[in-house]
Antibody, heavy 121, light 108 residues
């Protein structure tokens, strides 16, 4: 059974750094051709893809947020970590992690339930 | 960067057919996936690789692509189908995920 679960802070102040963890089970982050993406949704807004880490440890980032994002993984812990620096109120929303096969055309077939992040002073 | 365009809203009466479109340059050459998103819930994959249905998704959901448009069709619409629907592709040139802006399906 494949599951993903996000965890992290609920409230941050402007300029702080967001660190989110996605803990997966039911598949390996290194021994299978499966990667994990982070996707967010602001309140009342659309889904926005943020970053992806491949089973090979290659990474890709949203062009608009590339300078602020870092994605990494610890396969031994089955965890994928996303950091987003210099948080602002526009970064508030629900953050999801989702599984995707490494080849380009694959879909996001399993998702975590999401974690809600607020940004306020 | 690659852009996917969706109409903001579609309304349909129960039992009728809803068509939700997703426009993109030569989208017919890409693999298009569709997700159903309800408030407070994680997105659910309802169509992958243009027209395949994951197990557990009703046969009422179908997909197609042609030219610059991908279409999600929901036949015999039910009240439980009311949700936001997003199309998605992977932009291989930039190695980025891309989502459409979403379409809110209202069941009258």
């Amino acid at each position: 059974q494949v599951t993903l679960k996000e965890s992290g802070p609920v409230l941050l102040k402007p300029t702080e750094t967001l660190t989110l963890t996605c803990t997966v089970s039911g598949f390996s982050l290194s021994r299978t051709s499966m990667g994990v993406s982070w996707i967010r949704q602001p309140p009342g807004g659309a889904l926005e893809w943020l970053a992806h880490i491949f089973s090979t440890d290659d990474k890709s980032y949203s062009a608009s947020l590339k300078n602020r994002l870092t994605i990494s993984k610890d396969s031994s812990k089955s965890q994928v970590v996303l950091t987003l620096t210099d948080m602002a109120p526009v970064d508030a929303g629900t953050y999801f992690c989702a599984r995707k096969q490494d080849f380009a055309s694959g879909s996001f077939d399993y998702w975590g339930q999401g974690t809600l992040v607020a940004v306020s002073s | 960067s690659y852009v996917l365009t969706q109409s903001p809203s579609v309304s349909v009466a129960p039992g009728r057919t809803a068509k939700i479109t997703c426009g993109g340059n030569n989208i017919g050459t890409k693999s298009v996936h569709w997700y159903q998103k309800k408030a407070g819930q994680a997105p659910v994959l309802v169509i992958f690789y243009d027209s395949d249905r994951p197990s557990g998704i009703p046969e009422r959901f179908s997909g197609s692509t042609s030219g610059n448009t991908a279409t999600l069709t929901i036949s015999r619409v039910e009240a439980e189908d009311e949700a936001d629907y997003y199309c998605q592709v992977w932009d291989s040139t930039q190695n980025h995920g891309v989502f459409g802006g979403g379409t809110k399906l209202t069941v009258l």
